[in-house]
């Protein structure tokens, strides 16, 4: 079963920060916490990952609580391309198990 | 860049016909998982293979699907007989798997329609 809980769906405007809200209170001390997306018809794609870090690369920048139970995935400037389902996910070499997550609509 | 690539990418067959759906994993890679996405459902893990060997497939219906890796390079998923509610995007990923620093791949997927 998932770990996580992600809205259903959030709503940005084009060219602004997104910032997309992940819970995860059952996390365990080694486990990271993953974020992949999925566009329309296309297979996840992954974006980016961290264990207590804050984390950045060129898709995103990843902030994770202190005590861990929750994070949340940056994008910090939203364009209709980055329409799609963002999935939270805990993982440690285990099963990937996918949860419902967020379905993020950039608007112009 | 390397690829996931999964053959064939759309399938349409008659129900009780047998299916098998095939994905080569980037070399190297030594993980592999195959997930199943309806919209009812999203995505089910199905089953998943490190270093070739199953470590867990209680994700599929065992009396008609089977997953094998017969080499390092390919993965199969095979369902005999199909039915109309196997229709659905068939998705295959593979990875590191024991390197958490490292995501996981996904192919294009395989659309099933059984008719």
């Known amino acids: 079963d998932a770990k996580t809980t992600q809205p259903p769906s959030m709503d940005c405007a084009e060219g602004r920060a997104a910032n997309l809200p992940c819970n995860h209170s059952t996390i365990s001390g080694n486990e990271y916490v993953y974020w992949y997306r999925q566009i329309h018809s296309q297979g996840p794609q992954y974006i980016i990952h961290?264990?207590?870090n804050n984390e950045t690369n060129e898709m995103a920048s990843l902030i994770i609580t202190e005590d861990r139970k929750s994070s949340t995935l940056i994008l910090p400037h939203a364009t209709l391309r980055d329409t799609a389902v963002y999935y939270c996910i805990v993982y440690n070499t285990d099963k990937l198990i996918f949860g419902t997550g967020t379905r993020l609509q950039v608007f112009p | 860049d390397a690829r996931v690539t999964q053959t064939p990418r759309h399938k349409v067959t008659e129900m009780g016909q047998e299916v098998t759906m095939r994905c080569q994993p980037i070399?190297?890679?030594?993980?592999v998982f195959w997930y199943r996405q309806t919209m009812m459902q999203g995505l089910e893990l199905l089953a998943y293979?490190?270093?070739?060997?199953?470590?867990?497939d209680s994700g599929m219906p065992k009396d008609r699907f089977s997953a094998e890796m017969p080499d390092a390079t390919l993965a199969t998923l095979k369902i005999q007989p199909s039915e109309p509610r196997d229709s659905a995007v068939y998705f295959c990923?593979?990875?590191?798997?024991?390197?958490?620093?490292?995501?996981?791949?996904f192919g294009s997927g395989t659309r099933l329609t059984v008719v």
């Open positions: 070399l190297g890679h030594n993980t």
């Open positions: 990923a593979s990875g590191l798997g024991q390197w958490t620093n490292y995501g996981y791949t």
């Open positions: 293979f490190r270093n070739r060997a199953p470590l867990d």
């Open positions: 961290g264990l207590k």
